[in-house]
């Protein structure tokens, strides 16, 4: 029987050198990415994989050159309107996180309205990371938590992981089992530093653009061969295996 895992993350890297190869401007593989996002939703949806994490927008990518930055941008500001109808087929519930404050009036509205138009879908959850950091996030928890201290509703002893947890922008999803990473690069890039603690690392040498069902289906098949083990020693995984479901949850205590 395969283990459908309950959250998978991508960082969808290899836009740029999959349309280099092509002769092609950047721009190009990121619009070619755009089929792989569609694809890898249907996939996860048909899957039944109930939480699906994207890297669209890294905090750091501000420093790529304006041009890019801003076709970035309106890539993301048009496909929240052109895909509402592959969002509805497949019952996806839409959740954008990263730090909006410094987006445009215009994208604000846009994200606001996707989320509603979605929030009812019963099927599975999307997250798109955009202008994520993980060093955002941790921050931006501990300032709610700091916040809470100074008004009296927390007690500095009573902060553990799960009040922690509870305050990162990820909160309602369980951590991510499986990430991906595309390209042949073999680093998180400041993606979600404190849900990856237990999380199966897979790195593919494929680009983004050309990662579709067929990948998707081998990462799959390499996170069904991996042995967790959460701490324990093999032999008492063997013995009596664990639900990993409930070890996760007393993780998060
Ligand atoms: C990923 O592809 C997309 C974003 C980071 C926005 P890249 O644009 O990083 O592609 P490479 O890594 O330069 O090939
Ligand atoms: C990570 O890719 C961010 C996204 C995929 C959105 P990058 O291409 O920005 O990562 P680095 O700079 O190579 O680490
Ligand atoms: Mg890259």
Not at 8 to 35: C, E, S, T, Y
Not at 153 to 179: A, Y
Request: aromatic content about 12%.
């Amino acid at each position: 029987m395969i283990k459908i895992p309950a959250h998978v993350a991508i960082i969808m890297d290899g836009n740029g050198r999959w349309a280099k190869q092509r002769l092609l401007p950047r721009f190009a593989g990121h619009q070619q990415g755009l089929n792989s996002v569609r694809t890898a939703i249907t996939f996860c949806a048909k899957k039944h994989i109930p939480c699906l994490t994207l890297f669209a927008f890294s905090s750091e990518n501000w420093r790529r050159p304006e041009t890019e930055v801003n076709f970035l941008l309106g890539l993301f500001l048009r496909s929240l309107k052109s895909e509402l109808k592959t969002l509805a087929e497949n019952k996806v519930c839409l959740k954008i996180i990263g730090d909006k404050s410094s987006f445009s009036e215009e994208l604000k509205t846009a994200i606001l309205e996707a989320e509603k138009i979605t929030e009812n879908n019963t099927g599975m959850r999307l997250n798109i990371a955009f202008n994520y950091g993980g060093h955002w996030d941790i921050i931006q928890a501990t300032k709610k938590i700091t916040e809470e201290v100074t008004e009296g509703k927390l007690k500095t002893q009573d902060i553990s992981e799960e009040i922690f947890r509870s305050h990162l922008t990820l909160n309602d999803c369980p951590d991510p089992d499986l990430l991906i990473r595309t390209s042949g690069e073999y680093r998180i890039s400041n993606f979600l530093l404190w849900q990856f603690a237990y999380t199966e690392l897979y790195f593919t040498d494929c680009f983004w653009p050309d990662f579709r069902e067929e990948q998707f289906e081998e990462a799959l098949k390499v996170y069904n061969k991996r042995k967790r083990r959460f701490g324990y020693i093999g032999e008492q995984i063997e013995q009596s295996p664990p639900d990993f479901a409930i070890i996760e949850q007393k993780i998060h205590a």
